[in-house]
């Protein structure tokens, strides 16, 4: 793909995606040529900004266009069928969160997508969040075999996370899960770019709807995990809608001389008597992370002997083995193992061992 704008369409197009189509525009390297939305009235408005044609009709969208990258901001039971049918036009695949309803949903699309050599990322646009950039860039100069333990703690309202809304969280029932799948995507993703992906998973998860029936129905609210890494470091996670806005630092790292927290615009080190060593703190605006995001995924396809693409289709597929054995656990009352879920798909290779 020579040097240029990619030529973009989008399916499924409101208030959640305007901002997320103007930052990618902003970018210089996305145009949009197209729009489709279950709404017409949704498609129209899109299209009359950006001076393109809409859709209220998926399959007509899907075969009157040939973008380059396809954003995909419907939940995939709406879509799933028409996802395919870019994959196989060669058009690259922009998934807002999370991959799939499962594991096996988000396996069979990313191996079609290596099938026809395109890419298919997720958004996770707090990977692109100063503190937890230099977190990485932390933990790649240091033993990691001097810390023992993590501790994870997602807190919602006004997070930082999930600045790209999701249709995907409008309807709980269809859209296969709660907090963990559609709103804990981003920061487990974390854990496994920085970590490695646990080696068992012990998970409980409730939902404090009133309505007995509704518990049946609709995702659960609150998740507590235990996580066991290799080199004997073990893990908790948290996420409950019940935090609220909380200030709690979503990352603590515990190690035998020092102890780490990261936030998405602080880096702190602390001694074990919980005295300050070094503090870092960066000026954070999640439309920059989002911006930061879309030039690196357009670089990546514009030229891709030179710039590489950050995400990649393994780390979403080893974040959705997470979710998929966390909610095994809550099940079953057992820990259970994430690479399971590669290893019983004959095409899968366990990818973070």
């Given at each position: 793909m020579g040097i240029g704008k990619l030529k973009t369409a989008c399916i499924g197009t409101n208030e959640r995606t305007?901002?997320?189509l103007e930052l990618a525009c902003s970018t210089?390297?996305?145009?949009?040529?197209s729009v489709a939305d279950s709404n017409l009235v949704n498609a129209s408005r899109a299209a009359?900004?950006?001076?393109c044609s809409a859709f209220d009709d998926y399959r007509q969208f899907i075969l009157q266009n040939q973008p380059d990258v396809l954003i995909v901001a419907e939940p995939l039971y709406k879509c799933a069928e028409f996802v395919k049918a870019a994959i196989n036009k060669r058009c690259h695949i922009f998934k807002l969160i999370p991959t799939a309803s499962n594991f096996e949903q988000a396996s069979e699309l990313?191996?079609?997508a290596e099938k026809n050599n395109v890419k298919y990322v997720t958004a996770i646009p707090s990977r692109f969040a100063p503190g937890f950039e230099r977190l990485g860039d932390y933990l790649r100069t240091i033993d990691r075999k001097q810390y023992y333990f993590i501790n994870f703690c997602a807190s919602f309202g006004n997070d930082f996370f999930q600045p790209i809304a999701s249709y995907t969280q409008a309807d709980r029932k269809l859209s296969g899960g709660g907090v963990l799948l559609n709103d804990c995507?981003?920061?487990?993703?974390l854990i496994i770019e920085n970590f490695s992906l646990p080696g068992q998973v012990f998970a409980l998860i409730t939902n404090q709807s009133p309505d007995k029936k509704a518990k049946q129905y609709f995702g659960e609210d609150t998740v507590t995990?235990?996580?066991?890494f290799k080199d004997g470091l073990i893990g908790t996670f948290l996420a409950a809608k019940q935090t609220g806005s909380s200030t709690t630092a979503p990352i603590r790292i515990y190690g035998a001389g020092q102890n780490i927290v990261a936030t998405a615009n602080r880096l702190a080190v602390y001694d074990n008597n919980d005295s300050l060593i070094a503090e870092h703190k960066y000026p954070l605006k999640s439309e920059k992370c989002i911006t930061e995001m879309f030039i690196d995924f357009g670089r990546a396809l514009l030229e891709p002997d030179k710039y590489k693409l950050r995400s990649t289709s393994r780390l979403d597929l080893a974040t959705m083995a997470l979710i998929e054995a966390a909610y095994l656990s809550a099940k079953t009352g057992m820990p259970e193992s994430p690479a399971r879920f590669f290893e019983i798909s004959e095409k899968e290779k366990f990818p973070f061992a």
């Open positions: 305007s901002n997320l210089e390297l996305f145009e949009i040529i009359e900004k950006y001076n990313i191996n079609l995507f981003e920061l487990l993703s995990a235990s996580l066991v």
